[in-house]
């Protein structure tokens, strides 16, 4: 799917897991900004508008000067960007704490075998999605920059522990995975014939809360154990319980992502910040369709019914309810 010299393959952790965050990180914003000199050298050229989608949106001729950027953002489009930017980094948190342990060279393989129960193709699919939100934070910040705005900076805030599990690295973080509630109602919302505009108060199929989504530790969570389907013994079902928990989570992080760009993207008035904004929620958009079709898999059969030893949790099956509302292969 990538293309070889694409921005997610510049910010590929998978491709180069001994590269640094912060070699990688300036690589990135050396990438970036490279990018956005060269969009306004190809603008300057009056050739961009032909090649761009964002005129179409706008329904305008799709000539440069109608796609042009002013020199400098307002202050309202310079906050959108800046307030995306800070998602997209706290995006990037989460989706890396994902990808050490379960990416496609990631560093637990009972973590990883649990995750590929729900879908063969869940390590290569992480990993990607890691790479997207890295390379959202970075061309933000660079485009903030080359714009002589202030980029986010969310590295003071990086205080919270790390997994302690084979396959994790011992660094500060900016979001927990140990132990979290996951907000459900997507699940319910995109099918459901009521309207949340209207009041309605959608819950989601079961609840999961004060659960973790990665593994603890190496004595609640052998790296090594086999992850057969259904699980055969209480460290096995702990572990599938955590990957069924990641499944789901998964899909909040993008339906956040996906719901977060359309309402900001009303409010752009410089065009290019505009083509910014569809452009990147576009991707969330998408990541939140294959993600919610993924977590299906874990509540139903052969997989469904896992109850986590340590929290009680079980991971029902949801088409025994016999209802659109529930059913696994909806989207
Ligand atoms: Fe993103
Ligand atoms: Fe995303």
Do not use: C
């Not at 052969?302 to 909806?330: C, H, I, K, M, W």
Request: no cysteine.
């Amino acid at each position: 799917m990538k293309e070889k010299n694409s921005p997610s393959a510049v910010v590929s952790e998978t491709n180069s897991p001994e590269t640094s965050h912060s070699s990688m990180q300036e690589a990135v914003q050396r990438h970036w900004q490279g990018v956005v000199k060269r969009r306004s050298f190809l603008k300057g050229l009056g050739i961009a508008g032909a090649t761009l989608s964002a005129s179409a949106l706008l329904g305008t001729e799709g000539n440069a000067q109608t796609t042009r950027s002013t020199a400098n953002l307002s202050k309202g489009d310079a906050a959108l960007l800046r307030f995306a930017a800070a998602a997209e980094l706290i995006e990037a948190d989460l989706w890396q704490q994902y990808n050490e342990l379960g990416g496609v060279q990631g560093g637990n393989p009972a973590y990883m075998g649990a995750l590929s129960n729900l879908d063969g193709d869940m390590p290569q699919y992480i990993s990607d999605n890691t790479d997207d939100e890295l390379s959202h934070a970075a061309f933000l910040n660079a485009y903030l920059i080359s714009k002589g705005e202030e980029p986010v900076d969310l590295d003071p805030f990086r205080n919270l522990p790390s997994s302690q599990a084979t396959g994790a690295k011992n660094k500060g973080r900016l979001t927990n995975l140990l132990k979290l509630n996951v907000d459900l109602s997507w699940y319910t919302r995109y099918r459901s014939a009521r309207n949340p505009d209207f009041g309605a108060k959608l819950k989601g199929p079961f609840t999961i809360e004060n659960q973790p989504a990665i593994p603890l530790n190496d004595t609640d969570t052998p790296p090594n154990q086999p992850q057969p389907v259904p699980p055969a013994n209480a460290q096995e079902s702990r572990m599938q319980a955590i990957a069924n928990t990641a499944g789901f989570h998964f899909a909040f992080i993008e339906q956040g992502g996906a719901s977060l760009y359309p309402t900001l993207l009303f409010k752009a008035t410089d065009p290019e910040v505009l083509r910014i904004l569809v452009s990147i929620g576009g991707v969330e958009i998408d990541h939140f369709g294959l993600w919610h079709d993924k977590a299906g898999n874990a509540v139903n059969q052969p997989l469904a019914g896992v109850t986590d030893p340590v929290t009680g949790l079980t991971f029902p099956d949801l088409n025994a309810r016999n209802s659109e509302l529930d059913q696994t292969n909806a989207p």
